[in-house]
């Protein structure tokens, strides 16, 4: 089988070959300077071992147990005890045959053992394995940290995708309306989307959409959804025939177990109102006119978008004068569970939506938000949005 390193990548790795005993010293470099490796260097005992560690911060190190002052074992302790080198291989020569003796080689943190006397061909192989391991790290280091960076600028490009600050505000002032917001991805991508759009003078959309499953398909998802909502001019003041254009589109994108559910309404500030329309979403708490006994779900049923193409949607309409709120959330909120298993559901939600509420809507999201991440087992297992719209008493 091919290697998956290539001597070339190797060859000129730093190798410290630490020996109290000249002869050996000289036999190893001589051995591994024949089998091709050129970047060797030389210590005469442990304490110049530890001293050339700093110099040269090497790749491999190949060292004798038994040496005047710190011996084999003293160093490779000192060694494992420091950050910097705490995965550097270290190669143990010992003549030790004794399974005791032999094992506290490796409780002190050598990777592997050289027997005495020296097998020129089982040292090259030795060293070869080591530094074959050290480059597979490094690379796979290197991904790590690439994939993290692309995730991250992946997450900045995700976010933009949100309604902006300048959005919101102008919403706010347009409308005389409360928005608060929360958008948090249960990993470095989400599923979720919510966005919102301006009408008319009188009129505002916007929408809530959670795909199922969580990470880069998912966001996946919410760019393609994005897309088709920026470039397919969607007939915002009609709910239902937004779900059935975003429908109609995912069923053509989406793999067959992947679907969304999504809740999309339009607040009219001069006939009073919220039309909205569902596929499925949580249950939606709103308070219409200020009592808060009266503070209840309302049907959000509806097919998931992405599975039927056919599926024809509906639009409820319900009361939405002053002094009103509407409460909106991706499930993340209801099923994500605490310390002891226990989750929120529905019921849990709208009793603590009830309790804030008498503090003032105003403080419904940030109080709820903060006993959910105080009280939830962090990292949560999915998505989490949360907007609040609060349509506050005439001045």
Request: proline residues 5%; aromatic residues 8%; charged residues 25%.
């Amino acid at each position: 089988m091919e290697e998956s390193v290539r001597f070339s990548e190797i060859s000129d790795c730093k190798i410290l070959i630490v020996d109290d005993v000249a002869v050996l010293r000289t036999l190893i470099q001589t051995c591994l300077m024949k089998a091709g490796f050129n970047n060797l260097h030389l210590a005469e005992d442990g304490d110049e071992a530890l001293q050339k560690l700093d110099e040269l911060s090497p790749d491999l190190l190949i060292m004798d147990i038994v040496m005047p002052g710190l011996d084999g074992f003293e160093v490779c302790r000192r060694i494992r005890s420091s950050k910097k080198y705490a995965n550097l291989p270290i190669l143990i020569q010992t003549g030790m045959e004794a399974t005791q003796e032999r094992a506290q080689v490796f409780e002190v943190g050598a990777n592997d053992l050289i027997p005495k006397p020296l097998n020129v061909y089982e040292l090259v192989a030795r060293v070869k394995l080591q530094l074959h391991n050290l480059v597979l790290q490094r690379r796979d280091k290197a991904y790590q940290a690439r994939m993290i960076e692309e995730l991250a600028s992946a997450r900045v490009i995700q976010e933009s995708l949100l309604p902006t600050t300048e959005t919101i505000n102008q919403i706010q002032k347009n409308f005389n309306i409360s928005i608060q917001s929360h958008w948090q991805a249960s990993s470095e991508l989400g599923g979720d989307l919510w966005g919102m759009q301006q009408i008319d003078e009188n009129r505002f959309g916007f929408f809530i959409i959670d795909f199922s499953g969580h990470g880069v398909v998912s966001a996946l998802n919410t760019f393609r959804l994005h897309t088709l909502i920026n470039e397919n001019h969607l007939n915002w003041e009609d709910p239902k025939s937004c779900l059935e254009a975003v429908n109609a589109h995912l069923t053509k994108v989406l793999a067959v177990e992947q679907f969304a559910t999504l809740f999309w309404a339009v607040i009219d500030e001069n006939e009073n109102t919220l039309t909205y329309a569902s596929a499925a979403a949580p249950p939606v708490a709103i308070c219409c006119g200020g009592d808060v006994p009266g503070i209840d779900f309302i049907d959000t049923a509806g097919l998931p978008v992405g599975i039927m193409s056919t599926y024809e949607y509906s639009n409820k309409v319900i009361d939405f004068p002053p002094n009103s709120f509407v409460f909106v959330y991706s499930d993340a909120l209801i099923e994500a569970p605490d310390a002891e298993g226990k989750m929120w559901e529905e019921e849990g939600l709208l009793q603590r939506i009830k309790k804030y509420a008498v503090e003032g809507f105003e403080n419904i999201q940030p109080r709820l938000l903060d006993e959910f991440l105080k009280t939830a087992v962090h990292p949560i297992p999915d998505d989490l949005t949360i907007i609040n719209f609060i349509r506050p008493n005439e001045p």
